[in-house]
């Protein structure tokens, strides 16, 4: 991928600050107003983070509450798909000043509050809603901080990230993951036998190759099996394209393996689910993980899974649910640039251990079977919705809650809230 000019670079930097001096002019308000639950995220994005805030949208409906969407993906020129239907009045409710779950990450946080402005996030409960997979969260987070009531963080990993920074609330939510409950793929369409042990690795080029680690997975799924026809390694690549030598890197990896198939298209929710379904086992040796979602819904599909056992997978996944791969911490080092501190670390996955993992759950069916049981009791425990409504802050309930009588009653309902710091 090629630099950017410094006459582009520059620019950014401008416009970056623009939108941060505009953002600081947005206080979280004393007594924060009533009105729906508002979800701003990258909704009709199908990256991660706008998949977290599609699924915390869901939970609240779930739960009864008149939570309405507001997606930015606009704003960001980000590719804008049909993942979730919104219409003109959900759109509208954004008027009114019930709490603001923000999923977006800094510098889009500022971006986000500046271009929506003051009439539009001002007056109510903000609610940041973020994921980051180091132990300590970048020094340009910090900003935006002051601009928050209270953040979610989907796991205790991301929580005490934030925490080292900030006094203000830091809540763990577990993301409530939904079950894909369709057919699985038919592996004939890849021309893959039935009786073939079928392993995925999947991930997006914008996420960070050094961080999702498919090489690693390349290179312990060689080590277990060879050029043998018995098993089959399915890597799944979104936006290749981003970051095409990242991509050839993967690829020399693979060279010529027959046994290894490389998926480049973009599939929907219900694709994934089914891709996931279709498979026996999921391999995610990852150097950090903010939450996993796709390690997640392997084991609510009843899957076994081999993954690092490190960061914010491990909320749900302990030794008797899930494959767990032992890891020396290592410092960062990120040839995209994403993840830059240099003096933090990650887990450097212990290959040898996961080469003999897959081969224990290719041979043993047993074993394969019955850690698929326990993972799928495991995430049913750690991510069900349930588990999501009891984490979620006191403030908010009695906001949301206020909003669902008064929805019937026709009133209105104020809340106090004390942030508890200046910052």
Known sequence: MAKCSPLRTLRARVRNAYYRLKARNIVPAAHPGSGPPIVVGLLRTPIGMGEFARLNLAALRDLGFPARPFDVSHLFRRESVNIIKIDSEESRAVEELGPMLLHVKPPEFDRTLALLGRQKTGGRLLIGCWVWELERIPASWR??????????????????????????????????????????????????????????????????????????????????????????????????????????????????????????????????????????????????????????????????????????????????????????????????GIYEEHDQVWAEPDLDAATDLLRRLEKDQTFRRRLGENALIKARQSLSVDAFEKSLSPTFLALARRESRASVQGGAAQMPYSTGDTE
Request: aromatic share 8%.
């Open 143 to 336: 900003g935006a901080l002051h601009q928050l009531h209270e953040i979610w963080a989907p796991s205790r990993f991301c929580a005490e990230a934030i925490r080292s920074e900030t006094k203000k609330p830091v809540f763990v939510v577990p993301c409530p993951v939904r079950p894909y409950e369709g057919e699985a793929w038919d592996r004939r369409a890849l021309q893959i036998p039935d009786d073939t042990f079928v392993v995925l690795c999947t991930y997006d080029m914008r996420s960070s190759q050094a961080r999702k680690n498919p090489i690693g997975a390349v290179r312990a799924f060689r080590r277990a099996f060879g050029d043998s026809r018995a098993a089959v390694l399915l890597v799944k690549v979104t936006d290749p394209e981003f970051r095409p030598d990242s991509f050839n890197e993967l690829k020399s990896e693979i060279q010529t393996a027959a046994n290894i198939r490389l998926l480049v298209e973009r599939l929907s929710a219900e694709e994934m689910g089914a891709l996931i379904a279709g498979v026996d086992a999921v391999l995610s040796l990852h150097r950090s993980e903010g939450i996993g979602l796709v390690p997640a819904q392997a084991m609510l599909a009843a899957k076994p899974v081999v993954a690092t056992g490190w960061s914010g997978n491990m909320d749900f996944m302990d030794a008797g649910s899930a494959a767990l791969v032992p890891y020396q911490l290592v410092p960062v080092r990120d040839p995209q």
